[in-house]
């Protein structure tokens, strides 16, 4: 489902990925660790589309994605990868359901059904009741389903986490920790998570360990 080979990248003199090789197949949920500085951040970015590596390749979905132009792979992005990020990266001014509902506007979908997948989505994740308020109105684990949520809209073909668990406190954690595996078994859903929190990474169906830029 995703394939890269060879991907390199290099911060000017620094080469933080030294030639990566992975394969991730659907319905997985894999784990990258490794310490700080190893490139598992600028590993998630290229796999997201967020950033490109000097010399590689990326597939996701048999998509070749460096033949796409800047306006494709946008669309594409969209359409099939979400994201979850430690701060969860809502918009303080929106909604907890116009959040949610963000990436399908974005994608042209009809105002009614982004706005019933939404509802669906969030009643899912128990925030049926919290659909109104505002990111300051949440706690950290409502906004991180609330992310989760959003990263869903689209039914994109992977969910890219990059320490997703990171501001929680023990119990929202562990909440969140159960939502993916339990979103894995019910919806087919593929991650692929960056943690330093080695319960996720041994629950995982499979870790890939980075370091120095090369998976050990």
Do not use: C, Y
């Amino acid at each position: 489902m995703i394939r890269t080979k060879d991907i390199t990248k290099s911060f000017g003199h620094l080469q933080v990925l030294k030639g990566i090789s992975l394969t991730i197949r659907e319905s997985e949920i894999v784990a990258i660790v490794g310490p700080s500085g190893a490139g598992k951040t600028t590993l998630l970015q290229i796999i997201g589309t967020l950033d490109t590596p000097d010399s590689g390749e990326l597939h996701i979905n048999d998509t070749w994605i460096h033949g796409m132009n800047d306006r494709s792979l946008s669309a594409f992005r969209n359409r099939n990868i979400g994201f979850v990020f430690q701060f969860h990266q809502l918009l303080p001014e929106f909604t907890a359901l116009e959040n949610v509902m963000i990436p399908a506007l974005i994608a042209r979908e009809k105002h009614v059904q982004a706005e019933k997948r939404a509802k669906e989505l969030l009643d899912f994740m128990g925030l049926s009741d919290r659909i109104t308020h505002k990111p300051a109105e949440l706690s950290g684990g409502e906004k991180q389903r609330v992310a989760v949520a959003r990263a869903l809209i689209n039914n994109p073909a992977v969910i890219l986490a990059d320490e997703p668990s990171g501001s929680l406190d023990t119990k929202n954690k562990e909440e969140l920790h159960a939502l993916f595996f339990e979103l894995r078994d019910r919806m087919k859903q593929t991650f692929v998570l960056v943690t330093h929190d080695e319960k996720l990474a041994a629950n995982a169906d499979r870790i890939i360990h980075i370091r120095d830029g090369i998976i050990i």
